[in-house]
Nanobody, 127 residues
Framework: VQLVESGGGLVQAGESLTLSCRASGFRFAGYALAWFRQAPGKEREAVSC????????HYADSVENRFTIARDNHDQTWTLQMDALKPEDTATYYC?????????????????????WGQGIQVTVSS
């Protein structure tokens, strides 16, 4: 199993960035997919999640109406479109996959260490 993030980098406040995660080694279509982030000195937090049936998406309050999650089962990828970025969005972003849609619907979104995780990619937003 492998999850590989791409698309991170350094941007200015107000700009946009799109993160992508490409998965391999498991039955992608049956998994809920998510993005988490961890800023220095803070705990990892859930950013967004999309269920396996592609019918339900969920966002942290801090990114609602600015970020958009999407999945492509054919390419086995999912993306996080991040608009109107703020300095407080600076963090290492992780993609994750879980066999349980219930983890995606939980409040807050709950993925387990036993779920599949990417290595993380840095996003830095300058003011």
């Amino acid at each position: 199993v492998q999850l590989v993030e791409s698309g991170g980098g350094l941007v200015q406040a107000g700009e946009s960035l799109t993160l992508s995660c490409r998965a391999s080694g498991f039955r992608f279509a049956g998994y809920a997919l998510a993005w988490f982030r961890q800023a220095p000195g803070k705990e990892r937090e859930a950013v967004s999640c999309i269920t396996s049936d592609d019918l339900s998406t969920h966002y942290a309050d801090s990114v609602e109406n600015r970020f958009t999650i999407a999945r492509d089962n054919h390419d086995q990828t999912w993306t996080l479109q991040m608009d109107a970025l703020k300095p407080e969005d600076t963090a290492t972003y992780y993609c994750a996959a879980s066999l349980y849609d219930s983890n995606c619907r939980a409040r807050p979104i709950q993925f387990m260490p036993s779920d599949y995780w990417g290595q993380g990619i840095q996003v830095t937003v300058s003011s």
